[in-house]
Nanobody, 124 residues
Framework: QVQLVESGGGLVQAGGSLRLSCTAS????????VGWFRQTPGKEREFVGL????????YYADSVKGRFTISRDNAKNTVYLQMNSLKPEDTAVYYC?????????????????WGQGTQVTVSS
């Protein structure tokens, strides 16, 4: 069982930046693909991006491409979501999720473990 904890959310003005962290309890986390999703009330969870276990493979949704960057520090069991040039429409609860080695998915059911989420609010 992999337990994930997100942190770093908060309130920021449009155009600003935030960095979210996703920290895992298990050392095997370094072998997992990690995805980021976000959700606003009344809407389905939306895929944001993912990173492979080595960090060499990343993929982003078109809505965040060029603004968001995912990285990882396996020595710290942590994956980061750097969010720049934030827009009000980026306001959401952000979740990280983990999938076993070799699985790369933009769908919720592609991930086995989820964090509790962290709120990001971007004011205009």
């Amino acid at each position: 069982q992999v337990q994930l904890v997100e942190s770093g959310g908060g309130l920021v003005q449009a155009g600003g930046s935030l960095r979210l962290s996703c920290t895992a309890s298990e050392r095997t986390f370094s072998t997992y693909t990690v995805g980021w999703f976000r959700q606003t009330p009344g809407k389905e969870r939306e895929f944001v991006g993912l990173i492979g276990w080595t960090g060499d493979i990343t993929y982003y949704a078109d809505s965040v491409k060029g603004r968001f960057t995912i990285s990882r520090d396996n020595a710290k069991n942590t994956v980061y979501l750097q969010m720049n040039s934030l827009k009000p429409e980026d306001t959401a609860v952000y979740y990280c999720a983990a999938a076993p080695f070799g699985r790369y998915s933009g769908l919720e059911n592609g991930y086995d473990y989820w964090g509790q989420g962290t709120q990001v609010t971007v004011s205009s």
